[in-house]
């Protein structure tokens, strides 16, 4: 049974950090991508940021670039978002994703996904 289990959000101030955590299991995710996504209560689920389990090859939508990076420990089978100068239009809840490589930025290509962790982001 394929799992992927987020966890390290929280309650911050603008500006502030937070690291999410991604750890999959009940399956090899050698060439799967592993995405980031999120969502904000009445909009679309959005795409965050994505990364390739064997090449690492970071993809990140334009509104977190130079402030997010995406990260992967292969041994531990966890993917990392490391999120720095926080915003108070990043609130949401992320969510942690892996599909077999069909894409990267539309939710629909993702095969697994995690519960969600919430990040919430005070001014």
């Known amino acids: 049974q394929v799992q992927l289990l987020e966890s390290g959000g929280g309650l911050v101030q603008a500006g502030d950090s937070l690291r999410l955590s991604c750890a999959a299991s009940?399956?090899?995710?050698?060439?799967?991508?592993m995405g980031w996504f999120r969502q904000a209560p009445g909009k679309e689920r959005e795409f965050v940021a994505a990364?390739?389990?064997?090449?690492?090859?970071?993809i990140y939508t334009d509104s977190v670039k130079g402030r997010f990076s995406i990260s992967r420990d292969n041994a531990k089978n966890t993917v990392y978002l490391q999120m720095n100068n926080l915003k108070p239009e990043d609130t949401a809840v992320y969510y942690c994703?892996?599909?077999?490589?069909?894409?990267?930025?539309?939710?629909?290509?993702?095969?697994?996904w995690g519960q969600g962790t919430q990040v919430t982001v005070s001014s």
């Open positions: 994703a892996a599909n077999r490589g069909a894409g990267v930025r539309q939710p629909s290509l993702y095969d697994y």
């Open positions: 009940g399956r090899t995710f050698g060439t799967y991508v």
């Open positions: 990364i390739n389990w064997s090449n690492g090859s970071p």
